[in-house]
């Protein structure tokens, strides 16, 4: 029987707690706990009880004159640490992969890549050392579309081989109408650092950032996108209208994103993961 919720807060503390009402029982608060291994010891480490593994995996690339390069990191990071804290079990948040498959900004200085065979790899054995743990329940929490494909291809053979379950997680799709939005360093990414870190964002050349960016992603012809840099159709890397939108938005975002991921982490613990037998 599917269970209402009701609406999930626009701002989590660490210590924050989620009500889920039953109908016809009183509401029952269930603590969260989040648990990240920077600033922690191995024996503190070993001591954790851990439901489920959260790898925020972001890039290092141009966001335009006005969003930092890290803002895909930033805001996997903000994601996956939030939801850690609003997870009804233990969630443990690991080190940011913050260098992923960027070639296509590579006109833009500052803009850090690796192959996409790297990149599977790496994230594999990031996956590999948790699992050795017992931390085996990981979801890959994306902030950077040029990652889906070699995420979805690294979780496949993750499960398939490994003594580990992984699925991946890109917030901007986890959004509900909001998505369609989702262009590059464009309104919902600019929105999302308004709320978490209005600091990170140069209002004052927001307005360039409109004037020479592009209003959608690529060249299309017959459905194909013919141009595979994003410098051959923004002058200055920007996708989308980044002035358009507030930090209220950013907080239902985020709020959204938390919510889904937590939802999905639900599953991913509750889900058997016997190899299915050949048929």
Known sequence: MDVPRPPFPESLAPEHTRDRSIPGLQ?????????????????????????????????????????????????????????????RGTAV????????????????????????????????????????????DVVLVNGHGGNV????????????????????FTWFEAVGDHSSDMGHAGPLETAFLRHADPDLVREDRVADARESGSERWGEWVSSVNLAHDSAEFSENGVVGDPGEDTAERGAELL?????SLCDLADAVVAREHDPVPHR
């Open 27 to 87: 509401v029952v608060r269930v603590r969260r706990r989040a648990y990240a291994p920077r600033g922690r010891t191995w024996t503190d480490a070993d001591a954790a009880d851990v439901d489920v593994a959260f790898l925020p995996v972001g890039s290092t690339e141009q966001h335009g004159p006005h969003a930092p390069l890290g803002t895909d990191a930033f805001t996997a990071e903000t994601v996956a640490e939030r939801a850690a804290d609003a997870y």
């Open 93 to 136: 948040v690991a080190p940011t992969v913050s260098i992923g498959i960027s070639e296509e900004h590579r006109q833009f200085t500052g803009t850090l890549w690796v192959a996409p065979d790297t990149f599977r790899a790496y994230v594999r054995d990031v996956v590999a050392s948790l699992a050795h743990h017992g931390w085996t």
């Open 149 to 168: 494909p070699a995420l979805g291809e690294a979780a496949a053979t993750i499960s398939r081989h490994d003594d580990a379950y992984a699925v991946p």
């Open 255 to 259: 709020s959204l994103a938390t919510e």
